[in-house]
T-cell receptor, first 116, second 112 residues
Framework: GAVVSQHPSRVICKSGTSVKIECRSL??????MFWYRQFPKKSLMLMAT?????????EQGVEKDKFLINHASLTLSTLTVTSAHPEDSSFYIC????????????FGNGTRLTVT | GENVEQHPSTLSVQEGDSAVIKCTYS??????FPWYKQELGKRPQLIID?????GEKKDQRIAVTLNKTAKHFSLHITETQPEDSAVYFC???????????FGSGTRLQVQP
């Protein structure tokens, strides 16, 4: 079945530094990938839609300059958390769909970011 | 945009009993409704989904029903087992968007 690989699984960084998270579709091409954020015991909140070869679409309230998204190829999207602060600590999960809009969404393993 | 509400937030059942989780959605144009199971610290895993042209779908101990008129859908787990303990999320796809909108989640605990 479709596999989405996400790295790193865990990262600890100091305030003010930047962290890059990679999301790869391993056995399919994904023109669109989705980045979600999940706080402890909360639901998945869509942050942005990553579009291959074009700018990402950000959800209301998500700072595009803080959460930089690059989707340079059909199998790779990256999320960079710039100038991280402790409140950015969260579980970030990418996802991709193999086909049509109503086809299943496959998730990466997630990245637990802790900013100290 | 789409709004998905999910109830209950927590559910505790005895092993062997059935569990039912309910969701409502706001956009009548939504046409795809998946359910995900998420264990602690892990990725959400798709367990079953239903499309708007179907009223019910079953896969072994898991079933989902959809009422388009009332705009609600439900997950039914029969003969629950301790390994069913997890957080379950419903979701809906808004046809004007490409991303899923998730419910708030239900923490299911199956007592052995």
């Amino acid at each position: 079945g479709a596999v989405v690989s996400q790295h790193p699984s865990r990262v600890i960084c100091k305030s003010g530094t930047s962290v890059k998270i990679e999301c790869r579709s391993l056995d399919f091409q994904a023109t669109t990938m989705f980045w979600y954020r999940q706080f402890p015991k909360k639901s998945l909140m869509l942050m942005a839609t990553s579009n291959e070869g074009s700018k990402a679409t950000y959800e209301q309230g998500v700072e595009k300059d803080k959460f930089l998204i690059n989707h340079a190829s059909l199998t790779l999207s990256t999320l960079t958390v710039t100038s991280a602060h402790p409140e950015d600590s969260s579980f970030y999960i990418c996802s991709a769909r193999t086909g049509a809009r109503d086809s299943p969404l496959h998730f990466g393993n997630g990245t637990r970011l802790t900013v100290t | 945009g789409e709004n998905v509400e999910q109830h209950p937030s927590t559910l505790s059942v005895q092993e062997g009993d059935s569990a039912v989780i309910k969701c409502t959605y706001s956009d009548s144009a939504s046409n795809y409704f998946p359910w995900y199971k998420q264990e602690l610290g892990k990725r959400p895993q798709l367990i079953i989904d239903i499309r708007s042209n179907v009223g019910e779908k079953k896969d072994q101990r898991i079933a989902v029903t959809l009422n388009k008129t009332a705009k609600h859908f439900s997950l039914h787990i029969t003969e629950t087992q301790p390994e069913d303990s997890a957080v379950y999320f419903c979701a809906a796809i808004h046809t004007g968007r490409r991303a899923l909108t998730f419910g708030s989640g239900t923490r299911l605990q199956v007592q052995p």
